[in-house]
């Protein structure tokens, strides 16, 4: 029922115009706060390009120690490498000289086994010859002293046949 008695009452409410210096200063106030807001907006602006530049400043720098790293570990996984592959050549290196070495051996002993067989068998063939010499050598000495048997028995005969 309070809004029928005064139906304009609510523009009590509503402040009064302000006057003109009001106005002005309230002008004047909201200017220096705009100039405060914009300058405050440059600072954090200034602030965020700076932390921007910093930004793609550390990405460089971790991109070169990240490029140096992997350099660094690509030029160790190589030396790694040269090493073993040294290392395996050198083994290998060594268990054919060592190979080498027992085939030597073995060859030396096979021509020592091989001059020992040629020995033994010239040996035995001077040892034929010289029975077969002396073979020979008998039988001429039986046939010269048949025959000088068989000569005086013949001398003998003529001897007798001539006495």
């Known amino acids: 029922g309070a809004m029928y008695e005064d139906p304009l009452a609510f523009l009590d409410a509503i402040p009064d115009k302000p006057t003109d210096s ?7 106030a909201t200017a220096d706060e705009t100039e405060a807001v914009d300058e405050k907006a440059a600072e954090l602006l200034a602030t965020l390009d700076q932390a921007e ?9 971790f991109e ?4 140096s ?9 190589a030396g790694v490498e040269a090493k073993f592959l040294a ?3 050198a083994f290998e290196a060594q268990a054919l000289a060592e190979y080498e070495a027992e085939a030597a051996v073995l060859v030396a002993e096979m021509a020592a086994a091989q001059e020992e067989m040629m020995a033994d068998m010239q040996a035995q063939a001077r040892g034929q010859v010289a029975t077969t010499i002396a073979t020979d050598s008998l039988s001429e000495a039986v046939t010269n ?6 000569t005086q028995a013949a001398e003998e005969v003529k001897s007798k046949e001539e006495a």
């Open 69 to 77: 790293a992997e350099a660094a570990l690509a030029e160790e996984i």
């Open 64 to 67: 070169s120690q990240r490029a």
């Open 145 to 150: 002293q048949q025959e000088a048997i068989d």
């Open 53 to 61: 530049s910093t930004l793609v400043s550390a990405e460089a720098s």
């Open 22 to 28: 009001a106005a002005a200063e309230d002008a004047a």
């Open 87 to 89: 290392e395996s050549e």
